[in-house]
């Protein structure tokens, strides 16, 4: 900032000129070690339950409505959040701007999740669970869903079989 206002951010190019101008080029990879432990996390869970969770929702049943997908997508984007949510607190923490002149707030994801605790109880880690819960469990519903009706109708036609191509 040049001290005549807010940083002003215009586009993708321009957002990360001004980051790297104003805070340099390694705060474009601030809270990149939180992001990926969430990814893996998140990924994990939503995607990897998703079958299950289907199959819960029909019983075992063979044909699988567009309900029970949304409720398997809706169920996992929850247990998802429920599980990553620590992981999302400390990516934001170290995304957020903190005051000129102040020290770096945390000297690395683990003393983030530590301080954090610490300092808020660890009831901090979990901040904004609800809102998360709600926010990714209609976006993971919406993926899933919708991969999973496009896959079938694939798989049907025969343009596709379900092995290791089908997946890239």
Request: glycine letters at 10%.
């Amino acid at each position: 900032n040049t001290g005549h206002g807010p940083v002003k951010y215009r586009g993708v190019f321009g957002t990360i000129s001004t980051m790297v101008r104003v805070q340099g080029p390694r705060n474009l990879y601030s809270g990149l070690v939180a992001g990926l432990q969430r990814q893996m996390n998140f990924a994990s869970v939503r995607i990897g339950l998703y079958d299950s969770v289907k199959q819960f929702y029909t019983k075992g049943s063979h044909h699988v409505g567009i309900g029970s997908r949304l409720m398997a997508g809706c169920t996992t984007g929850a247990m998802a959040v429920a599980m990553a949510q620590p992981t999302d607190v400390v990516k934001v923490r170290f995304q957020a701007p903190i005051s000129a002149g102040a020290n770096k707030r945390y000297h690395g994801t683990m003393d983030a999740y530590r301080t954090i605790a610490k300092e808020e109880r660890f009831r901090g880690l979990w901040k904004g669970t609800g809102p998360n819960i709600t926010r990714n469990a209609l976006v993971n519903c919406t993926e899933l869903v919708t991969y999973d009706l496009i896959k079938d109708a694939l798989l049907k036609s025969s343009l596709m079989t379900d092995d290791l191509p089908w997946h890239f």
